[in-house]
């Protein structure tokens, strides 16, 4: 076998550290028909597996109660009242009387039962599927004897390098940081949510790995390097060592760009633009807040929600966004409404369906659902009061949704003032320019909106109809493709005519190559990963608007996206040398 697996840097840092495999899904089922005599053993099979199922429940139950409180472990007791459903256990039996081996038996009706509650009238019912899932696939396992592939309960202290075929952002913010070290994934690119979640964490990353399950057995050591996109399997001791001397090298760049810390982001010809950062979660901000950015130019809200089994409450949600304002005292921070749907779906998912990212999710999602809609408004409303808060609106197709949300803000406004709850009656609200809907009438858009933000990912996602999670496509996600370029563009020039703010959020603000291609169309407010934002510094410092508006001037006369790239780098070449600094490869960002 191949001894370094290629993947995509994901999130940066290098660990070493035994595979922890996670197979989370439904395994195959071997298909026999039991002898008469085998069937009271087989029954009695099953409920043994039942009973060690209910045992890790147990355990897993209070690891999370522990760890993260009692409501995250109440799915879990959930869980362990499915494996006791009567109805359950009566059909299973009967079914194994009908000589069907315990797995097949039990399949049988667990899969039955998903498809029914996925199909209920009830959003309750539907969210437990999940639940379902996760009991099927424990109770499979043991009756098979399948090694254990527990996704919460790795012990503390393993540095363990979690290798899974694809990991939804639910499951990523329920490992425990103190077990697993690194995450390695088949599926997934450079702009997939589980990618940007991982930098946003700080855990070592490379996805887009294709096939990784399939080749390693799950007892092997690994070096894996989310830096250079490399998972390296049983290594030798030099290069264990060779690693350890790269990560130290790491650390001492990084702690150069922290001295641009405190220095503006100022270009050669004295243009100074907005650089802000983008938060997943509200721990980050303290962090986040010394990074030297000019504030919050994305915070991703639907975070708050993933992993959990109810909705964040109005107090909740106020206190992580007032916690996220003070943290940036004078400076802007913008907070997104919760942008769930697609792959960032909360534990126990959403209603099947064929197109998630084309789906009921984001601004659709929260307009339908005024009364949850409206609760994190008015926490948004009373967080602002401790500072700059502005409100932005994800995947954003049409004005009327626009519309529709300025009216429920004063809903959520008058309520707060019947109350007598302190709050900021108007704050900034902005759209999204993420589909090539919002960017083809943002013109029609711009009276109404106080700011633009263009959300790159999905931007190049939806006008390329490249999806953004797909490994087999990562090469043909190209954010210089002339089209995204001429989306961005007109956003841009339609934001200028009407001096309003445009800033960048998505991923391509925080490499080096397209950032400069975002400057040369004109953009001056960019948002970036809070590791970037030095790297982006060091480049606007090193440039100058001039000469990247030329370079893209000429770039967009072609045709292609690695046309463009190639005029583009030549041009930062330039720079580089000029100004005797490394601008750092893509795979370099955090
Ligand atoms: C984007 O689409 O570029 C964006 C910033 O939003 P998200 O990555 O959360 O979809
Ligand atoms: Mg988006």
């Known amino acids: 076998m191949e001894r370094t697996l290629q993947g995509i840097s994901a999130s940066p840092g290098i660990v070493v550290g035994p595979v922890h495999f996670l197979r989370w899904e439904v395994p195959d089922i071997p298909q026999h028909i039991l002898a008469d005599d085998a069937v009271e053993d087989e029954i009695l099979r099953f409920h043994d597996a039942r009973e060690r199922a209910r045992e890790r429940l147990h355990h897993v139950r209070d690891r999370a109660a522990k760890r993260a409180g009692p409501e995250e472990a109440q799915i879990f007791e959930m869980q362990e009242l499915l494996l006791d459903d009567p109805e359950m256990l009566k059909h299973v039996e009967s079914l194994i009387r009908h000589s069907l081996g315990a797995e097949q038996a039990f399949h049988q009706h667990m899969s039955d039962w998903r498809q029914a509650f996925s199909r209920h009238a009830s959003a309750e019912l539907r969210e437990r599927v999940g639940d379902i899932l ?3 696939i424990r109770v499979l396992s043991l009756l098979l004897g399948l090694p254990d592939h527990d996704p919460v309960d790795v012990p503390k202290g393993a540095n363990a390098v979690l290798v899974t075929h694809d990991l939804t952002p639910s499951l990523t913010v ?17 702009t997939s949510h589980i990618a940007i979640l991982t930098r946003s964490l700080g855990i ?24 250079a996109g490399t998972l390296n399997v049983n290594p030798t001791a030099e290069e264990i060592q060779r690693y350890r001397e790269r990560a130290a090298d790491e650390a001492i760049r990084e702690s150069e760009l922290s001295s641009l810390v405190d220095v ?4 050669l010809d004295g243009v100074r633009l907005t650089l802000r950062v983008n938060l997943d979660l509200p721990e980050e901000a303290e962090l986040a807040s010394r990074s030297g950015a000019d504030g919050v130019g994305l915070m991703r809200t639907e975070f708050l929600v993933l992993s959990r089994t109810t909705m964040p409450d109005e107090d909740e949600q106020y206190d992580a966004y007032s916690r996220v304002v003070r943290c940036f005292p004078g400076q802007a921070v913008i907070i997104r409404t919760f942008d769930l749907g697609g792959d960032k779906l909360p534990v126990g998912g959403y209603p099947h369906e064929a197109n998630p990212f084309l789906g009921w999710r984001a601004i659709r999602m929260c307009l339908d659902q005024p009364d949850m809609f409206k609760t994190q408004l008015r926490a948004m409303l009373r967080a602002a009061e401790h500072g700059d808060l502005r409100i932005l609106l994800p995947l954003v197709v049409s004005i009327d949704e626009v519309l529709a949300t300025r009216t429920l803000l004063r809903e959520a406004a008058s309520e707060l003032a019947s109350n007598g709850v302190p709050h900021k009656t108007s704050v900034p609200l902005g759209v999204m320019v993420e589909t090539p809907a919002a960017a083809l009438t943002a ?5 109404e909106v106080d700011f633009f933000s263009i959300g790159s990912n999905d931007l190049v996602q939806y006008t390329l109809a490249v999806d953004r999670g797909n490994a087999n496509l990562a090469e043909r996600f190209t954010p210089l493709h002339p089209g995204v370029l001429r989306l961005i563009k007109r956003t841009a020039d ?8 445009v800033c960048v959020c998505g991923e391509m603000a925080s490499d080096p190559l397209t950032a400069y291609a975002l400057i040369g ?8 990963a809070h590791r970037a934002v030095p790297l982006i510094k060091r480049l606007v410092r090193n440039m100058s608007v001039k000469d990247a508006e030329e370079s893209m001037g000429k770039a967009l006369k072609s045709g292609s996206a690695f046309a463009v790239g190639a005029v583009l780098q030549a041009s930062l070449d330039r720079i580089a040398v000029a100004g005797e600094v490394a601008l750092a490869h893509p795979a370099e960002l955090g």
Request: proline letters at 1%.
């Open 134 to 136: 996760d009991v099927e």
């Open 174 to 190: 329920q490992l425990d940081r103190e077990a697993i070290a690194g995450i390695a994934t088949d599926a997934g690119t450079r």
């Open 204 to 227: 070592p990353a490379v996805v887009g790995l294709r096939d990784a399950t399939a080749r390693l057995r799950g007892d092997e050591l690994v070096i894996l390097d989310g830096t």
């Open 264 to 267: 503006e982001a100022v270009t």
């Open 443 to 447: 013109d029609a858009m711009v009276d």
């Open 494 to 501: 339609i934001g200028r005519a009407r001096q309003l703010e």
């Open 521 to 528: 169309l004109g953009i001056t407010h960019l948002s970036v």
